[in-house]
């Protein structure tokens, strides 16, 4: 098969020569603490933006190619953040969930509101407003096969002092006017990874949720109803993170998980809605995060935890798989960032050894990745992993 044509975005910023063959990175954001990355063309020019969120209330958009910020004050403890045009103005808009004091309630997820000079104003979204549950993930999908956006947020439900909102759906009914589906019982463990994907082909969106304390689940959308299909997937338990990817071009979605105890897993779409997953295509086990015994490293194990990116590294048409790990420095140096190459997922590349983990990887195009060096609690780059622009020339 011919190899497709790379398409490069080339922004306006030094690009520093990275350890994956081929590739360079742009820093996006030299330092800043980071929730959850989100990529998505945030003015509407047609060129995809990147908006690395956390808790700051000074917040940045990075307008591609240009590397131009256009800044906002956001809500307080303001975690996950996804786009849509929620007033079908055709300004694409964010809505956020909120820490609510670690879940003690207050103030609730807040609609970010995009106006013609690009500014967002801060509004509640009615019916949406989740006012206690420690907000994780917000992510809009398709439940109703209609035009209006709806919404999964999770929340996570660690303070016993109150009652928790679990994770909830949200079905969007007006303008910024949401209500509540009550089939389906999400859990209040603080998914935090929510996929979505049309699983049978019907129209109509379903997701799967990663959990790193019980076990994931996967629901597939039959004509606007939820089904879970989890019980026949093998190794579901502590998925640390998941991305939908087409692996077999056969157009039925499929994913690829990472677990808390480092497998590395690709499911392939049977096609049959009832039972879409069940084995694995591809088992394998991923390398040590340190050089030292995890056992010998108490912070290590009760977090386990890796995240993945899909992109065409080498650019032989098979989707390859970016693992980073989640952890901030504390003790040495770890092995850093892995390039598992498909279809196999066999060999890979190290990207060598960082000072601080990767704590979300975000598609941009075929060939790049969004990757945060920084977590909720810890600050570090952000940067975009794309082909080098000298490989661009002819
Ligand atoms: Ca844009
Ligand atoms: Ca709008
Ligand atoms: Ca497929
Ligand atoms: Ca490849």
Redesign the pocket.
């Known amino acids: 098969m011919k190899a497709p044509k790379i398409d490069y975005i080339v922004p306006s910023a030094d690009c520093r020569p990275s350890k994956l063959p081929g590739y360079c990175e742009y820093v996006i954001s030299p330092g800043e603490e980071v929730f959850d990355l989100l990529v998505a063309d945030l003015n509407d020019d047609g060129t995809l933006d990147i908006y690395p969120h956390g808790h700051d209330s000074e917040d940045k958009v990075y307008l591609l190619p240009s590397m131009e910020t256009s800044q906002f004050r956001a809500q307080n403890d303001r975690h996950g953040c996804d786009a849509a045009d929620l007033n079908q103005d055709g300004l694409t808009d964010l809505y956020c969930t909120n820490g609510s004091q670690k879940g003690k309630g207050g103030d609730g997820n807040k609609v970010h509101l995009r106006e013609q000079n690009g500014r967002f104003e801060i509004l509640n979204p009615e019916g949406a407003e989740d006012k206690s549950g420690r907000g994780r993930v917000a992510r809009f999908f398709n439940l109703t096969g209609d035009e209006r956006p709806d919404l999964i947020v999770t929340n996570y439900g660690e303070n016993s002092e109150v009652d928790f909102e679990p994770s909830a759906i949200y079905k969007g009914i007006a303008d910024l006017k949401f209500t509540q589906v009550e089939a389906v019982d999400l859990a209040n463990s603080g998914e935090l990874c929510v996929e979505k994907a049309d699983w049978d082909g019907d129209g109509y969106e379903g997701f799967l949720l990663c959990d790193r304390q019980v076990d994931s689940r996967l629901y597939v959308n039959q004509g606007g109803q939820l089904i879970n299909v989890t019980e026949p997937i093998k190794y579901a338990k502590s998925w640390t993170d998941a991305k939908v990817f087409d692996f077999n071009n056969d157009s039925f979605p499929d994913f690829v998980a990472v677990t808390k105890v480092g497998l590395l897993l690709v499911f392939e779409n049977s096609g049959n809605a009832d039972e879409p997953f069940s084995k694995p295509r591809v088992r394998v086990h991923l390398p040590k995060i340190l050089d030292m015994p995890i056992e010998d490293n108490p912070l290590l194990r009760p977090r386990g935890a890796y995240q993945l990116g899909i992109?065409?590294?080498?650019?032989?048409?098979?989707?390859?798989i970016l693992i980073g790990t989640d952890y901030p420095t504390s003790d040495g140096l770890f092995r850093g960032d892995f390039v598992f190459?498909?279809p196999k997922y066999k060999n890979y590349d190290s990207l060598g050894s960082v000072a601080s983990g990767t704590g979300h990887i975000a598609s941009y195009n075929h060939h790049s990745l969004v990757v945060a060096r920084a977590g909720s609690n810890w600050s570090g780059e952000v940067v975009l992993l794309t082909p080098a622009p000298e490989k661009n020339q002819p």
Do not use: M, Q, V
């Open positions: 992109f065409d590294a080498n650019n032989d048409t098979h989707p390859d190459y498909g």
